[in-house]
């Protein structure tokens, strides 16, 4: 990865904050997540890993700062950054018009599919159609806000997260879970009497979020642009089996 050496960067990250919260160790980089995300977050041997961990303390040791994780519930995650917890968060966060308003956000480094997971015995041939229907998704993500904009005549049901959602889809309290394209594959791998359709493509993508008037986000920018000229963005998802944008 290319090092980048921007004037204002440089005088930026000088400073003892990032522009939000209390004054922290200036060697330290503190960043919120929802490890219950594979292959994006979660924990394998007692170790946080996935593709947004990597990512992050890749962007930790091109601003020479150690990456400390604070893991929460998704639907904390923006409240402990506009409260200055933490200094960033990155969870499959989508940088959505109305999260702009009050949060800053890098440049997306990651956009997907919005899939529709159905058990097969039990669906529909009218994919999309929420009519009628208990349809569960993960709370406080684009899926919500998602379905909330086009599941009109369905019953939206948000749990705290995508495995919860599943789990009520295959005991029947609900008729279909709306998430992302890779876990809609993955789950419908590991179960094969549930299927998914696509829905669409989501409109905004995946970046890391910040306070307002964070300074951190001019820096990340040009490390996440550095990366993806270089190819070390694409060798991440490779690594974690995203393969590149959908």
């Not at 980089?29 to 924990?43: K, N, Q, R, T, W």
């Not at 604070?70 to 940088?95: C, E, Q, R, Y």
């Amino acid at each position: 990865m290319k090092k980048f050496t921007s004037t204002v960067i440089a005088l930026g990250l000088s400073l003892l904050t990032f522009g939000c919260g209390p004054v922290r160790n200036p060697d330290e980089l503190h960043i919120a997540v929802s490890v219950d995300y594979p292959p994006f977050e979660y924990v394998a041997d007692g170790k946080f890993v996935g593709f947004d961990i990597d990512l992050a303390n890749a962007i930790g040791a091109a601003l020479e700062k150690k990456v400390i994780f604070h893991d929460m519930s998704f639907n904390s995650i923006l409240f402990a950054l506009k409260s200055g917890d933490v200094d960033a968060a990155i969870s499959t966060i989508t940088a959505t018009e109305e999260r702009r308003k009050q949060f800053d956000f890098s440049v997306p480094y990651f956009r997907e599919e919005i899939c529709m997971v159905v058990h097969r015995l039990r669906s529909r041939n009218n994919a999309g159609d929420f009519s009628g229907l208990r349809v569960a998704c993960q709370l406080g993500t684009t899926m919500e806000i998602w379905l909330k904009k086009h599941g009109g005549g369905g019953e939206i049901i948000a749990m705290d997260n995508s495995n919860q959602a599943i789990e009520a889809l295959k005991s029947a309290n609900v008729d279909a879970v709306v998430i992302d394209g890779f876990q809609a594959r993955e789950f419908c791998k590991k179960n094969g009497y549930l299927q998914f359709y696509s829905l669409a493509q989501s409109e905004d993508g995946y970046a890391l979020a910040f306070c307002r008037g964070s300074n951190l986000t001019i820096a990340v920018d040009e490390i996440l642009l550095s990366m993806e000229e270089d190819g070390a963005l694409e060798q991440l998802k490779e690594k974690w089996g995203i393969g590149g944008t959908r």
